[in-house]
């Protein structure tokens, strides 16, 4: 049984930071490109950031050069380096293949994790 459990979220500030982490088990993690998305009430899913299974990294134009993502293969764990947060940042934030979200497909969705930005 495939399980992605995400963390690291919370309140912060604008122009704070975060770092959020996603932790899979029950897949082979170094096989797939693996991506963050966030999502608001009302509003579908969105991509943030993706990174392939080579370390290839690709950001929603929104968060390009605020945000990092990364992987440990070893850990199984891909992270968020949250920086520069903005109001609109606030969301859930999700982990999933990239597969999963391209497909539109219900599998291996979380929790996520509640990111708010307010002063």
């Known amino acids: 049984q495939v399980q992605l459990v995400e963390s690291g979220g919370g309140l912060v500030q604008p122009g704070g930071s975060l770092r959020l982490s996603c932790v899979g088990s029950?897949?082979?993690?170094?096989?797939?490109?693996m991506g963050w998305y966030r999502q608001t009430p009302g509003k579908q899913r969105e991509l943030v950031a993706v990174?392939?299974?080579?370390?290839?990294?690709h950001y929603a134009i929104f968060v390009k050069g605020r945000f990092t993502i990364s992987r440990d293969n070893a850990k199984n764990t891909v992270y968020l380096q949250m920086n520069s947060l903005k109001p609109e940042d606030t969301a859930v934030y999700y982990c999933?293949?990239?597969?999963?979200?391209?497909?539109?497909?219900?599998?291996?969705w979380g929790q996520g994790t509640q990111v708010t930005v307010s002063s």
């Open positions: 029950g897949i082979i993690f170094s096989a797939y490109s």
């Open positions: 990174i392939s299974s080579g370390g290839s990294t």
């Open positions: 999933n293949t990239d597969l999963n979200f391209r497909s539109g497909s219900e599998a291996y």
